[in-house]
């Protein structure tokens, strides 16, 4: 399975939202309602903040969003605040047992 | 609270194997599924492997299958991961991952990680 496709950036100033796609294909992000995503700060382990496309664990702020469209998922953060600033990774169910993560997208706020 | 600790991870020749430990705290080990997720140096994350509560239903990424055996002791409260036949590209960071609830809800919580090296 190939990695699912993330800018490699994005940006926003605080209290801006800003929006982080992921895109694959029918067999992977299209075809199942399994994707989540994951935020890492440097130096530090992953951190679920979406499940099951849209889900949020406790503890996860609701500026946090998820969403899918097609082939796309997409993460929206909504009145960024500076610790908002990671890499932030998409992960989907890509059939036969695997899972596929994207290639990170790294999220400044200016 | 939910605390994940590897273990295990070190400087191995190609060819070489190693075994990876995770001990866990903070939860009943053994209701949760559990997997395996590395990160090579500066790149992104790669699923590893999964395996069920009772260690019956093992899944692996096809970069390892056959080389890599993960399993668990819920006596001990431990997960582990038996690697050989290690190669330049396996070398990341190896975390150990709780599912949320089940396979299919997410990776909830992580440990810290370890460290495999696979270099001459």
């Known amino acids: 399975q190939s990695a699912l496709t993330q800018p490699p950036s994005a940006s926003g100033s605080p209290g801006q939202s800003v929006t982080i796609s992921c895109t694959g294909t029918?067999?992977?992000?299209?075809?199942?309602?399994?994707v989540s995503w994951y935020q890492q700060h440097p130096g530090k382990a992953p951190k679920l903040m979406i499940y099951?496309?849209?889900q949020r664990p406790s503890g996860v702020p609701d500026r946090f969003s998820g969403s899918k469209s097609g082939n796309t998922a997409s993460l929206t953060v909504s009145g960024l605040q500076t610790e908002d600033e990671a890499d932030y990774y998409c992960?989907?169910?890509?059939?036969?047992?695997?899972?596929?993560f994207g290639g990170g997208t790294k999220l400044t706020v200016l | 609270e939910v605390h994940l600790v590897e273990s295990g991870g070190a400087l191995v020749q190609p060819g070489g194997s190693l075994r990876l430990s995770c001990a866990a705290s903070?939860?009943?080990?053994?209701?949760?599924?559990m997997n395996w997720v590395r990160q090579a140096p500066g790149k992104g994350l790669e699923w590893v492997s999964y395996?069920?509560?009772?260690?019956?239903?093992?899944y692996y990424a096809d970069s390892v299958k056959g080389r890599f055996t993960i399993s668990r002791d819920n006596a001990k409260n431990s997960l582990y991961l038996q690697m050989n036949s290690l190669r330049a590209e396996d070398t990341a960071v190896y975390y150990c991952?709780?599912?949320?609830?089940?396979?299919?809800?997410?990776?909830?919580?992580w440990g810290q990680g370890t460290l495999v090296t696979v270099s001459s």
């Open positions: 099951e496309v849209s």
């Open positions: 029918s067999s992977d992000v299209g075809g199942y309602k399994y």
């Open positions: 395996i069920s509560t009772s260690g019956t239903t093992i």
């Open positions: 992960c989907s169910y890509a059939g036969s047992n695997n899972w596929v």
């Open positions: 903070g939860f009943i080990f053994s209701s949760y599924e």
């Open positions: 991952a709780r599912s949320y609830y089940d396979f299919w809800s997410g990776f909830r919580y």
